[in-house]
C-alpha cells in the first residue's frame, strides 16, 4: 500500500511568483485536504477535495487555489506569492469524505519565499 | 469561533517518565476529536480519535479521555520513550463541517 507522497520536498520562491504543490493520494482514498503549517503552529485548513469537486475551505484568499484529477491526486496552486506563504503544506487523503475516517499525511512540501 | 488550546506549550521529561498533556476547545457543534503525532520533518500521524460518547481511548503506550461535557481531553504517555520527542496535536472536528480545528501543539522531548 502506497502511503501519501508529495512533491517537491523543498522549494524556494520569490514574492510575486506562483507555485504549483503536488500530491498523490494514498491508494483506495477518494479524498484530499490540503494544509499550511507555519513554523511553530498547527497545521491551518486550506480545502478538500472529493471526487474532483472542492467540498470545505477554510479562510484562504482566491489565490489559494487546487485541483483534483480523476485518479485523485491534487494540485495546490499559489499565485503571487508573499513572504507569509512561507510554511509547510501537508497533503491529507482519505478513505472518502467522512468526518470519520482517519487522514493519512504526507511528509510536506516547505515553501520558502524570499 | 472555534478554537482548541493546548498546554504546556513544550515539555521535558526523562526516559521512562509518565507525561499526561491537555487540549481544551471551544469547537460546537462536536464530531470528534484526535491526537496526531508529529515527528520533526514529517506529516502528522493519527495516535487515537474519539466521538462524543467515548471517554477513554488506548494506543498502545499512549492513552487518550475525553470529557465532552467540559469540552476538555488529555493524552497520557506512559513510560516515555526517546522516539516519543515529537510534537503532538489535538485536532477537534465539527459536527456539520469539513473543517477540522487543529491546537498549536505540545512539543515534548525525551531525554536519556
Known amino acids: 500500500e502506497t502511503g501519501v507522497t508529495q512533491s517537491p520536498t523543498h522549494l524556494i520562491k520569490t514574492r510575486g511568483q506562483q507555485v504549483t504543490l503536488r500530491c498523490s493520494s494514498q491508494?483506495?482514498?477518494?479524498?484530499v485536504s490540503w494544509y499550511q503549517q507555519a513554523l511553530g503552529q498547527g497545521p491551518q485548513f486550506i480545502f478538500q477535495?472529493?471526487?474532483?469537486?472542492?467540498?470545505g475551505r477554510g479562510n484562504f484568499p482566491p489565490r489559494f487555489s487546487g485541483l483534483q484529477f480523476p485518479n485523485y491526486s491534487s494540485e495546490l496552486n499559489v499565485n503571487a506569492l508573499e513572504l507569509d506563504d512561507s510554511a509547510l503544506y501537508l497533503c491529507?487523503?482519505?478513505?472518502?469524505?467522512?468526518?470519520?475516517?482517519?487522514?493519512?499525511f504526507g511528509d510536506g512540501t516547505r515553501l520558502s519565499i524570499l | 469561533k472555534n478554537q482548541v488550546e493546548q498546554s504546556p506549550q513544550s515539555l521535558i521529561i526523562l526516559e521512562g517518565k509518565n507525561c499526561t498533556l491537555q487540549?481544551?476547545?471551544?469547537?460546537?457543534?462536536?464530531?470528534?476529536l484526535r491526537w496526531y503525532k508529529q515527528d520533526t520533518g514529517r506529516g502528522p500521524v493519527s495516535l487515537t480519535i474519539?466521538?462524543?460518547?467515548?471517554n477513554t481511548k488506548s494506543n498502545g503506550r499512549y492513552t487518550a479521555t475525553l470529557d465532552a461535557d467540559t469540552k476538555q481531553s488529555s493524552l497520557h504517555i506512559t513510560a516515555s520513550q526517546l522516539s516519543d520527542s515529537a510534537s503532538y496535536i489535538c485536532v477537534v472536528r465539527p459536527g456539520g463541517s469539513y473543517i477540522p480545528t487543529f491546537g498549536r501543539g505540545t512539543s515534548l522531548i525525551v531525554h536519556p
Open positions: 491529507a487523503s482519505s478513505l472518502d469524505g467522512s468526518r470519520n475516517q482517519p487522514q493519512h
Open positions: 477535495y472529493y471526487r474532483e469537486e472542492e467540498n
Open positions: 474519539m466521538t462524543f460518547s467515548e
Open positions: 487540549c481544551n476547545y471551544t469547537v460546537s457543534p462536536f464530531s470528534n
Open positions: 491508494s483506495g482514498h477518494n479524498t
